[in-house]
C-alpha cells in the first residue's frame, strides 16, 4: 500500500502522508515510470480540491464510483447492535431454533478466541485494500456479455465500539466518508455538491465480514436457526435474522421506504467460524417528475438487492480470529415506474493490510459529523 503523496502546495516540497493508503497496483497503472506516476498523482490530488466535479463527463464517472461505493465499499446494517455478553444471555425459555443459534454462537465465540479475548479489544484501527467489478445494467432476462469495468482502491476504519466508527475509502479517485457517533449515522463523498445522507447510528456491513467478532457475535445471538446448507464443502449452520418494523421505519426516509431486510449467518459445524454472511433488502422509492418532486401516482420504483459475503484467511490478532480477506458479491434488480426489469452485478474482492487493537487516544471527538450536518441539526 502507498501511504505518501506529492506535495500539493509545492512539487518541489517533502512528500505528504495520504489520509487513506492506496494499492501499489493503482499507483501503478498512473504512468509507465516513476517520474510520470507521482505527476499524475499530483493533478489526481489537485482536482480533488478543485472544481472539476461540475464537468458532465467527470460527474457522470463520480456519480457511478458513488454508486458501487455505497452498494458494496460501504454499505450498513439495519440493526443497531448492543455491546453484551453473548455467552452468558439465557438459553432456557427459548424456543429450539433460538436456543440452537445461541448455542451456536457460543461455538463461534470460543473459535474466534473467547469472550476474553472479544473483552479484551476496546477499539481497532483497520487498512485494507479493495478491487470492485460491475456490469453495466441489462434487461433482467438477459445475460452478461462479460463488459465490465475494475476499480481499485483502498480504505481506512476506525472503531471504539459498535456505534463509534469512522470509514474513509477511495477507489479510483471518488473518496466516500461515513460514520456514527453513538447518536446518528452519516454518509457522504468528496463531491461537495453530493447531499450528507444520515440516519440512526448503525454498524457498517464490512464489521461483520469477519473483522468484529464482538458485534457479530451480539448481532446474531438473537437470531433463529433455520436448518444447515454446505458452503465450499463446509458444512454450516445457518442463522436468520429478521429486521423489524421500527428498525425499517427509523431508516426510511420522506421519499423512500424500506420494506424488508434480512440477513443470514452461516456458521461452520467444523471451525464455528462465520464462512458466510447474506442479506436480502427491498427499498421502494417515489418516482420523481421534472419538477424533483415525489410523485403520487403510484409509478414506484423498486430497488431489491442481494449480498453474499464469503470470509476467508482467518488469523489471528492479538488472541483473536479475524477474517483477512474475501469476496463479497452484489446484485440488484431495478423495477417499476412502468419500466422493463433491469439488473446490475457488482463483485468487490478485498484484502486487509494491517489491523491495530486497542489503539490509544481514541476519543469522541474522533467521530464527529461534518460541519455542514452539525449546522443542518442546529
Known sequence: MRRLCPNIDREDGLETVLEVPIPEEMFTSMGSNVGLRMQNMLTWMKAQTSDKWSSPIVAARFNELRFLLYLVGSPLIPLQVQVVNPVHRPIRDSSIEASTAKYIIQQYTAAIGGQAAMNSVSSMC??????????????GEETIDGKSTQEVGGFVLWQKNPDLWSLEI?????????????????RHSSNQQTPISKGPPRPLRRFLQGLDPRSTANMFIDAMC?????????????????TGPA?????????????HHTIWGYFSQRSGLLIQLEDSKLLSMKS???NSKPSDDGDDVFWETSTESVMDDYRY???????????TSVTVFRYGEQSSNHKREIEENWRLEEVYF??????????????????GEA
Open 126 to 139: 483497520v487498512t485494507g485494500q479493495v478491487k470492485i467489478n460491475a456490469s453495466d445494467f441489462y434487461q
Open 170 to 186: 477511495i477507489v479510483s479517485g471518488c473518496k466516500v466518508i461515513c460514520g456514527s457517533n453513538g447518536n446518528l449515522s452519516w
Open 226 to 242: 433455520i436448518g444447515e446448507k454446505i458452503i465450499n464443502d463446509e458444512d454450516c449452520f445457518i442463522l436468520k435474522l429478521e
Open 247 to 259: 428498525a425499517r421505519e427509523a431508516q426510511s426516509g420522506p421519499n423512500y421506504e424500506i420494506i
Open 288 to 290: 420523481t417528475k421534472s
Open 317 to 327: 490478532v492479538d488472541g483473536v480470529n479475524v477474517a483477512h480477506r474475501g469476496r
Open 358 to 375: 486497542n489503539v490509544c487516544g481514541l476519543s469522541l471527538d474522533d467521530f464527529l459529523p461534518p460541519p455542514e450536518l452539525c449546522e
